[in-house]
């Protein structure tokens, strides 16, 4: 299988469909590479504060200070190599004991362990050296895995996902399958020609048994104890008798057959022939090949799904699957998987379907119920490309293996998105005139348009043949796109998101840079070795420059005006002056340097050195090599960062992003007192020295030399810095700088109106706060916060307009207003005994006097003693005349009964006879003394 894929990249690179530059063929060379990966890492084991990190390199050029793993958005200190990344899977097996699936990395020589359930990987194995098979022996629960390379067969304990054996085996091992009937476990050897027979009770070779010429596909037909093994190298399918462990037949098929599958449905054998793109089937009771079924290019894998009977085989060069239905031995469905699938494997717990994805290093999931794709599960990432936005202080990093884009937080150095963009990415660009990001897809021939502000694709704009390098041209908002395949640039209109123009320039474009100095645009020419001069005025090509062999990266340095050009055929620089257009200088560097970028924090060039899995850095200034720096393997784009004077580089083939600290900073560490635990406060630091919001104790911060202002506050403003200001001074040493914080206090003034003077009043607080006061204001000394209140007096003689509330302390001191008014209650008089409207009266001795014609008299008093008298009706006689009443906090009342005036017996009755009868005596008494004088005189 491995060697197929090689003969396949040959082939399309020889025909011109693939540039010698680009993807996993652009790195295929180093076979220096021998990086092995461990066990996967732990999602999560993140460095929750980069800048805390100690210093590691005190010289005056950059080192690395983390290394970004995408593959579970991890950061790790330090230069880490590490991975646990899977490199060209090639074969897949099911382990239905524990619900795992396992996958072969010919190019990474480890097993990625994939969860059957999250469809996730759970570790990463080390086995032999390119490891092409993997078979699962339900007998003893092991996973026995064919290493090609190292001539050798590792076996997996699924119980512990641990390699507890390593047995040689013949020469290149190529294929591997389990015999149900005997417990043998069959390796077919393609180096040799031969297939070793493991004994699974005791995982020793107890037998070779010579078979056809380049044995590679293997399968055991359960209905007969059979095991065929498909030899491409003469076309036909050898038959092992399980008992006796002889070759039995051998059987004609098509040409070079490699994968091979047994249908339980119906006892025939399928064997998949990468030569003539067809599969042949076997009859399992007569041995003999009775059809042929057309398939796509290169079928190299088949596996039977016995769930709905169909076989689904892996078409290597079409990169899709055949699903043939194995009641009519036709083709019932084609399924587009990932690049270059190599092997495929049911799984009968969930009924899916799984291929390995040699060239985009995936795993595609297949519903075999609805035979479509229901996930990509991915295992590497080849990343190929960074770019800065400087709208948000995003980074972002093209996975050219996923065709996605990796969103970076440029402050805490984690992906925070990955935004699906064409097949092929390639390094992307931003545009600070729109805020979009540009991304050229290589091998969809467009470019997408990311919104940097929503981070989705807004636009697709379709150009040339392979687009790769962008440049934005700050003078007149035009976007220049280096097409590889067809040796033009794309002009795109940055307003419009529209094609203004294609320019002609040399062979394989490959990258572009804007000069603005002189508004040039220059794109390096791989297949031509020189650099085309664009004036961006006119869009048309002004010079083409001579450089060194295979031109990759440009940059263009500000501080000089030179443009610098890497040469991964010749293995140095050109540094081109900008006034004159001419090479005035050539730099040694790594081997295959690639990608290249500007860092104004020391005037620096960095170069990307693919084949050495370094960086040179370049002084700009005296154009000298100062430092190489390690990083991943197979670097090949950078992008710098200016918030934090990071230089992110991408490793193509350890799938991670290396983090350089471009000038040496020392850690200033700030320690707190006097918080509560968990308590949230700020420092601000100026002269891009950075901003923190820390909930710990203490917080560190990576400066450079140099003196930094300071400001500290908390959020909630209950506690203050004893210095809320200043400033600290960084001198090739690190700091540590304490800060106290102590409770700030506001003050609550509470300010009476309406007692008289020397009245005691009260204010009671929810937080146990009691103050009274004979004089106007009571004031609490309080914290920022929400409190109840009650307010009284003790007299209750006057009463608050509000006797309760809420106050709120939030950083300043408060007035509280409370008017008091004198409390009133009633005294209520009642009489009984008088006529109806019958009026009568009640005076008190504090002057109020009130009469009615009703039943009730009512005064409204304060608290206190009075007196009263209540006067006579006529005829009636109140029960009482004079007495006093109490008020004391509560209404009161009084009863009055009223009666009639009467004489004795009857008085009145007596006192007017009387009266009467001394009244006619005196008038009888005067007549007859008239009468009598009368008569004297008339006498």
């Avoid at 007495?883 to 009223?898: D, P």
Wanted: glycine letters at 10%.
């Amino acid at each position: 299988m491995y060697k197929s894929l090689l003969t396949l990249a040959t082939v399309l690179i020889v025909a011109g469909m693939i540039p010698v530059g680009f993807g996993m063929f652009q790195h295929s060379q180093n076979s220096d590479i021998t990086q092995q990966i461990a066990s996967g890492i732990t999602p999560g084991n993140a460095i929750n504060n980069v800048n805390s990190l100690s210093n590691q390199n005190s010289s005056n050029s950059g080192f690395v200070k983390c290394t970004l793993v995408p593959l579970n958005n991890t950061l790790v200190k330090g230069n880490y190599l590490k991975g646990g990344n899977a490199k060209c899977p090639t074969a897949v097996a099911f382990d239905p004991s524990n619900g795992y699936l396992y996958v072969a990395n010919n190019g990474s020589n480890n097993v990625s362990i994939l969860s059957g359930t999250t469809h996730s990987v759970v570790k990463s194995l080390i086995v032999g050296t390119n490891p092409d098979a993997v078979a699962f022996d339900s007998s003893n629960g092991y996973v026995y895995v064919a290493n090609y390379g190292s001539n050798s067969v590792s076996i997996i304990n699924g119980a512990t996902n641990s390699v507890v054996k390593s047995l040689i085996v013949g020469t290149n091992p190529d294929a591997v399958a389990f015999d149900s009937s005997n417990m043998y476990v069959y390796v077919s050897n393609a180096g040799n020609n031969n297939v070793s027979v493991i004994n699974g009770t005791t995982n020793t070779v107890v037998n070779n048994i010579n078979v056809g010429t380049h044995p590679e596909g293997i399968a055991f037909d359960s209905s007969n104890g059979y095991v065929y093994v498909s030899n491409a190298g003469n076309n036909n399918v050898s038959v092992i008798n399980g008992t006796t462990n002889t070759v039995v037949n051998n059987i004609n098929v098509g040409t070079h057959p490699e994968g091979i599958a047994f249908d339980s449905s119906n006892g025939y054998v399928y064997v998949a022939n990468s030569g003539n793109n067809a599969v042949s089937v076997i009859n399992g009771t007569t041995n003999s090949a009775t059809k042929t079924i057309n398939v796509g290019r290169i079928p190299d894998a088949i596996a039977f799904d016995s769930s709905n009977g169909y076989l689904y085989v892996v078409n290597h060069a079409s990169c899709n699957v055949s699903v043939i239905n194995g009641a009519t031995n036709s083709v019932a469905n084609t399924i587009a998987v990932g690049s270059s699938p190599f092997g495929v494997a049911f799984d009968s717990s969930n009924g899916y379907l799984y291929v390995a994805n040699g060239g985009s290093n995936n795993v595609t999931v297949i519903n075999g119920i609805t035979n479509s794709v229901l996930n990509t599960i991915v295992l590497y990432y080849n990343l190929c490309g960074a770019a800065f936005d400087s709208s948000n202080g995003y980074i972002y990093v093209s996975a050219c293996s996923s065709g996605n884009i990796f969103v970076i937080n440029g402050m805490t150095d984690s992906i925070i998105k990955s935004i699906p963009v064409g097949s092929g990415t390639s390094p992307p660009t931003f545009d600070p005139s729109n805020g979009n990001v540009y991304v050229g897809n290589y091998f969809s021939n467009n470019v997408s348009v990311i919104n940097g502000t929503t981070n989705t694709v807004v636009k697709s704009i379709n150009v040339s043949s392979s687009p790769f390098g962008i440049a934005f041209d700050s003078s007149n908002g035009y976007l220049y796109v280096a097409n590889v395949c067809s040796n033009n640039v794309t002009v795109i209109n940055g307003a419009t998101n529209s094609i203004v123009k294609s320019i002609t320039v040399g062979c394989s474009p490959y990258s572009a840079a804007f000069d603005p100095s002189n508004g040039y645009v220059y794109v390096t020419n791989q297949g031509s070795n020189n650099v085309s001069v664009i004036n961006g005025t006119t869009n048309t090509v002004a010079k083409s420059i001579n450089v060194g062999s295979g031109p990759q990266g440009v940059a263009f340095d500000p501080s000089n005006g030179y443009v610098y050009v890497s040469n991964a055929g010749s293995n140095n620089v050109s540094v081109i002056n900008g006034t004159t257009n001419t090479v005035v200088k050539s730099i040694n560097v790594g081997i295959k340097p690639f990608g290249i970028a500007y860092s104004p924090s020391k005037n620096e060039i960095y170069v990307a050195d693919c084949f050495t899995n370094n960086v040179t850095v370049i002084n700009g200034t005296t154009n000298t090599v100062v430092k190489s720096i390690a990083v991943g393997i197979e670097p090949d784009e950078l992008a710098f960062n200016p918030l934090t004077d990071n230089m992110f580089v991408t490793n193509y083939c350890s799938g991670t992003v290396t983090i350089i600290q471009t000038v040496a900073k020392y850690t200033a560490t700030l320690t707190e007192s006097g918080l509560p635990s968990g308590t949230t406060w700020y420092v601000n630091l100026t002269n891009n020295g950075g901003s923190a919001t820390i909930t710990g104790s203490s917080y560190s911060f990576c400066l450079p030399n140099g003196t930094y202002s300071y400001t500290i506050s908390t959020g909630n403003k209950i506690f203050e810095p004893s210095s809320a200001s200043g400033t600290i001074n960084v001198k090739g040493n690190s700091i540590t700088f304490p800060v106290s914080f102590a409770t700030v206090n506001y003050s609550a003034t509470f300010t009476e109106s309406g007692l008289p003077s020397g009245t005691t009043w009260y204010v009671n607080l929810s937080n146990g706060q009691k103050l009274s006061s004979n004089t106007g204001t009571i004031a609490f000394t309080l914290t920022n916060g929400t409190y109840s209140y009650t307010i009284s007096t003790g007299n209750k003689i006057f009463e608050p307009s509000s006797a309760s509330g809420t106050i709120t302390v939030n950083g300043n001191s408060i007035k509280v207003p409370v008017s008091f008014t004198e409390i009133k209650y009633t005294a209520t008089f009642t009489e009984s005994g008088l006529p109806s409207g019958t009026t009568w009266y009640v005076n008190l001795s504090n002057g109020q006097k009130f009469s009615s014609n009703t039943g009730t008299i009512t005064f409204s008093l304060t608290n206190g003693t009075y007196s009263y008298t209540i006067t006579n009706v006529s005829g009636y006689a109140p029960s009482t005349l004079s007495g006093s009443i109490s008020v004391n906090g509560a209404n009161t009342s009084k009863s009055v009964n009223f009666t009639a005036v009467k004489s004795s017996g009857s008085n009145l009755e007596i006192y007017g006879i009387a009266g009467a009868v001394i009244v006619v005596a005196a008038i009888g008494a005067v007549i007859a003394f008239m009468w009598k004088k009368k008569l004297f005189f008339f006498r």
